[in-house]
């Protein structure tokens, strides 16, 4: 397992303020770190909005190559995200996107990433979806937490089920 890299971004926060993150605000904590395409799409709003269910078991952040003030126009202007308590974060440029090697220079876009990151910031787990798949939250929840769960788990382990071995 490899460490996350440093990364210094700017995000709207939960409030729709303009913040800056950086890995320093993951010290400590389980989190997941995902990756979506682009703002202002189908698929996107859908995964964003469920992704709010692992901030009970996690630091969460959802990383675009669009600009902040993209991401807040996009915010206040759907019904689906407008609510959500993780931050967007702005990864301009895709710097962030290119060191963690999910960049679909194709399109011109991050790939639709997920890395759930221990407190240490090690990636204990990563996946990737084509760009037309969204992601099953449900599942990375219980990845989260089979991970978290200190045990060997199953393939279909849930919490409260019994380690193998």
Known sequence: CQEFPQFSLNAVDGSNNIIEVTNADLDGKWS???????DFTFICPTEIAAMDKLLEEAAVL???????FCKLNWKQNNDIIKDIRHSLVADTGLRLSERVGIVDWNEGVCRRATFIL???????????NALDTGRNVDEVIRTLKALQS????ACSWKPGD????
């Open 32 to 38: 997941v770190v995902y990756f979506y395409p682009k």
């Open 62 to 68: 959802g990383i675009s190559g669009d600009n902040e």
């Open 118 to 128: 221990d407190p240490t910031h090690t990636i204990q787990h990563a996946s990737e």
């Open 150 to 153: 200190g045990g060997l788990t």
């Open 162 to 165: 019994d380690f193998v071995g």
